[in-house]
């Protein structure tokens, strides 16, 4: 696959702004490797391997996993993931799948032995986020980068 366009190029403005929004976002409150597994899963959810490669890639930087990464895409059948972890992937997969799920109370009412309100919000903006970055390289066509070593060599 082809990149269509380099938006930070296009329009370094725009995408200045949103790199700022995602900043927002993560900035305290969220501990590192449930952004991470938030980010992770959002872009399973909208297959966009740019980013997957991207947040799995700086999740095991950080220490994670490869197992809990392994298992992240079905995460309500393992046990490898604490309750505050589990009420966020619920809250990512229901406003990431917004048009089938209509955010359920149930997901929303799961946040909260888990998440201050400020958390909340910004679990939400980080949701938003991501899914924006998702449409965004989705849009584009930017494409993972090939890693030496094994796997790294396209067949």
């Not at 990149?3 to 190029?9: G, M, N, S, T």
């Not at 490797?33 to 938030?38: A, K, M, R």
Request: with cysteine.
């Amino acid at each position: 696959m082809t990149p269509r366009l380099d938006y930070f190029a296009a329009a370094p403005q725009a995408m200045a702004a949103m790199r700022a929004f995602g900043d927002a976002a993560t900035a305290g409150g969220l501990e590192h490797s449930l952004i991470e597994l938030v980010k992770t899963r959002a872009s399973q959810i909208n297959g966009c391997a740019f980013c997957i490669d991207m947040h799995t890639h700086a999740a095991r930087q950080a220490g994670e996993t490869e197992e809990r990464l392994y298992l992240l895409n079905a995460w309500r059948e393992a046990p490898h993931y604490t309750p505050r972890e589990r009420a966020a992937l619920a809250w990512t997969e229901a406003l990431t799948l917004l048009t089938q799920t209509g955010a359920p109370d149930a997901d929303y009412t799961g946040l909260s032995p888990h998440f201050t309100d400020e958390e909340k919000v910004k679990l939400t903006l980080l949701i938003c986020a991501i899914n924006a970055w998702n449409r965004i390289a989705i849009g584009f066509r930017s494409v993972p980068p090939l890693r030496a070593g094994k796997g790294g060599v396209p067949r």
